[in-house]
């Protein structure tokens, strides 16, 4: 907000009421969200710049937009969301934990994930072959049905090229040999966008991966993921990210950006508190002073559940995506 000066000089503000939120019938998500945008405050008002920074990034050609995903957001339900971004052009390189990945293989090849109860007996759960993610269950057959499916798919690969691979080339050829069109990572490798996961070992596939590798020739390069997206980052002329929790899939993306003076536009969704100076809580206005944002006007950072928010902002945003 810029001050201007009064007749005798004196700096004044120009300041907006806040305008009541109205709830009326068959109100959109899209309504929705300009109706915060009335009030303008809060979370409300936060929510409201964060759609419209969004619908920026996947309007405007010019920009090179990156997911970044942490949580148990794929057993959450919000995979199909990610695979649609995906498939039609709006995200331009996912990058994930390791468990969501492992998640995604998981529904590919026919396990489902289930309503728990997070106040569940957890012994009683382990002597049914059953994990828990607070109120998520998953079998343990799964990750056993996930490990035999991905040797196979390895061993599909020539040793020769086994020895320095990247997290989205084989990420890519995993993605290729599954057959479930609601897959993430096969929604990747058909569109060409690259899945990049930093932390591929810490997860269940990354366990997979180092089964396969005490056997037979393995070796996964973290540093040729991050020169492809520092590239691709670098080549843009414009970035745009939507982070999702926080953790390495948060710095990954934002320090790609350093090379170019920072991303351009952000949305940060995080459950996480800035006080103990840890990332997931920092707010994206912190991330200005390393570099990783360029500036502060197109950046917004949303408190609460991803699971609630993401749906919201990409049902507000996608609206203005121009036709074709």
Not at 55 to 69: D, G, H, P, R, T
Not at 228 to 233: A, M, Y
Request: aromatic letters at 8%; one cysteine or more; glycine letters at 10%.
């Amino acid at each position: 907000m810029e001050a201007s000066r009064s007749a005798n000089g004196a700096r004044r503000f120009p300041m907006r009421a806040v305008k009541p939120i109205r709830i009326h019938g068959n109100l959109t998500v899209r309504d929705l969200a300009e109706e915060f945008g009335r009030a303008g405050v809060l979370g409300a008002g936060r929510f409201s710049k964060g759609y419209k920074i969004v619908s920026k990034m996947f309007c405007e050609k010019s920009f090179f937009n990156v997911l970044a995903v942490s949580g148990p957001l794929v057993p959450a339900g919000l995979r199909l969301i990610f695979k649609e971004l995906i498939k039609n052009g709006l995200v331009h390189c996912f990058v994930s934990t390791g468990a969501n990945v492992t998640h995604d293989l998981v529904e590919a090849l026919g396990s489902r994930h289930f309503i728990g109860d997070s106040k569940a007996d957890d012994a009683l759960l382990k002597k049914r072959g059953v994990g828990r993610i607070y109120d998520i269950y998953v079998k343990n057959e799964a990750f056993e049905n996930m490990e035999k499916a991905v040797h196979k798919i390895l061993d599909k690969i020539p040793e020769e090229n086994r020895g320095n691979l990247s997290t989205h080339s084989l990420l890519w050829t995993i993605g290729g040999e599954i057959k479930d069109e609601e897959s993430i990572i096969r929604a990747a490798f058909q569109a060409k966008v690259p899945v990049l996961c930093p932390a591929i070992y810490d997860s269940m596939l990354g366990i997979a991966l180092w089964t396969y590798s005490q056997v037979k020739k393995l070796i996964v390069n973290p540093f040729l993921d991050f020169s492809k997206l520092v590239n691709l980052c670098y080549e843009a002329e414009k970035v745009g990210a939507i982070i999702l929790g926080g953790g390495l899939p948060k710095h990954y993306t934002l320090a790609a950006s350093i090379f170019r003076g920072g991303v351009d536009a952000a949305v940060q969704i995080t459950s996480d508190r800035p006080e103990s100076g840890g990332l997931s809580g920092a707010p994206l206005e912190e991330a200005i002073s390393w570099g990783k944002v360029a500036k502060a006007g197109n950046i917004s950072t949303l408190i609460g559940d991803a699971s609630i928010l993401f749906p919201m902002l990409i049902a507000s945003a996608v609206k203005d995506r121009p036709t074709t």
